[in-house]
């Protein structure tokens, strides 16, 4: 009995140190999947939304170069793709409208940064909407009413006996244009002019009259005023004298002897406007149907690598005000009449208030990797300086916003076994 333990006993260790052996001689031969991260690929993003009066505006071209186009949609918002994060100009165009170029800056050279141009676009002139009126001896009076904004009160264009050639006719309606959002000034009022003869030059000076949304005693001052007038072909000729008519509450601007008639005219209001940049919080993201408000930790600890990742990135754009315009003007001492004149010259520079839009990214983690994503707002402080006249005393009023400039994307993968801590899946 004890040789036949003795044997099996034998038997057993033998056949333990084979199996172990065997498992030796075959190894672990599993390796990581080791794959490339999309995020990984260099691409930077133009994003915003184009609007008009009445709103977002779909259906406009958008390009960069000849190539790269898109149209808007969803409210007028768009998105472009380029392969560099240096300063880009970006066309709008649309049937019915002024065309626009403006530039794309970007707020940082990281990879899957973005720049935001929300931009105002504006319909063409229509004559239609005007009234035409015919020289006479005694000259002409020819009121430009606003095509857009009815209620307006009309901008007035006097030109004196002499003038003009008798039967002369002249045709003036006010319109929006677009502005550029680094401007400095922005149109106060815009008037287009047609004649027949198409030529007809004024033989002396003639006025044109603008009224100001505020009082006699309460306006922009009238140093911050330009009026440049532009001829077709487009042929800058330069400015004219502009003063402020207490008695009739409005800006009186005297062009000279000599200019041609037809063309369009714009008021100016300069502003001084100074950017300084600020540290903006995270973006929510979306993954797996949750939203993190942080640092997003996607654990992989298989060997096999995660494909498609998807992430949503609920990113803040447009501006909000931090001083608005009417408290801005209560603390120069203004009733702040004309707050809505200010207000509506912001919004043509920067273009749609803040609105969230969802942005998706695609990555990958490698086998025993652990992937940590993140967005943040770029944000800059902008102040805006107008000069206005208190009981004929100019006074400065500040207005401040912020504005969301786009996001800048982080991300990095380590290995699973540097992550301190948690658990497989993802943290925040």
Not at 203 to 223: H, K, L, M, R, W
Not at 343 to 370: D, F, L, M, P
Request: overall charge negative; hydrophobic content about 30%; charged content about 25%.
């Amino acid at each position: 009995m004890k040789k036949r333990s003795l044997f099996f006993g034998g038997l057993l260790l033998l056949t333990m140190t084979f199996g172990t052996t065997s498992c030796t001689i075959g190894g672990d031969d599993k390796k990581d999947e080791i794959v490339v991260n999309p995020l990984d690929k260099t691409q930077y993003y133009i994003v915003g939304t184009v609007s008009d009066a009445n709103g977002g505006l779909d259906g406009v071209e958008v390009s960069v170069g000849n190539d790269n186009k898109t149209t808007t949609k969803d409210g007028g918002q768009y998105s472009l793709t380029v392969t560099s994060s240096s300063a880009q100009d970006v066309s709008f165009s649309k049937e019915g409208m002024i065309s626009y170029t403006a530039k794309a800056q970007f707020a940082s050279d990281n990879n899957h940064s973005q720049a935001v141009l929300n931009v105002t676009l504006a319909k063409s002139p229509d004559l239609s909407k005007g009234e035409e009126v015919t020289a006479t001896a005694e000259g002409a009076t020819i009121e430009a009413p606003h095509q857009e904004d009815e209620s307006a009160d009309p901008a007035v264009i006097e030109i004196p006996a002499g003038g003009v050639d008798e039967g002369t006719k002249v045709t003036a309606v006010a319109y929006e244009t677009p502005v550029d959002v680094n401007a400095e000034a922005a149109a106060f009022s815009n008037i287009y002019v047609e004649t027949d003869p198409a030529d007809a030059k004024a033989a002396t000076e003639y006025q044109i009259t603008v009224t100001n949304p505020g009082s006699d005693e309460e306006y922009f001052d009238e140093s911050s005023m330009e009026m440049i007038k532009e001829d077709a072909p487009a042929t800058k000729a330069a400015g004219a004298e502009v003063e402020f008519d207490q008695n009739g509450n409005s800006y009186l601007i005297t062009m000279k002897a000599g200019t041609r008639l037809a063309g369009s005219y714009f008021l100016n209001l300069k502003f001084d406007k100074s950017v300084s940049n600020k540290t903006g919080d995270y973006n929510p993201v979306i993954y797996n149907g949750k939203t993190y408000n942080s640092t997003v930790q996607i654990e992989n600890a298989e060997y096999s690598a995660m494909q498609n990742v998807k992430l949503t990135v609920q990113a803040k754009y447009g501006w909000e005000y931090t001083i608005e315009p009417k408290t801005a003007l209560a603390t120069a001492g203004a009733t702040g009449l004309l707050a809505e004149t200010i207000k509506e010259h912001i919004n043509k520079i920067e273009g749609k208030q803040t609105y969230t839009r969802n942005e998706e990214y695609t990555a990958s983690v490698s086998g025993h990797k652990v992937l940590y994503f993140s967005s943040r707002q770029n944000v800059t402080e902008k102040t805006y300086t107008f000069k206005v006249k208190i009981g004929r005393i100019s006074k400065s009023v500040v207005v401040k916003l912020n504005c969301y400039n786009g996001h800048t994307v982080n991300h990095e993968e380590k290995d699973l076994s540097d992550h301190s801590g948690g658990t497989t899946g993802v943290q925040s």
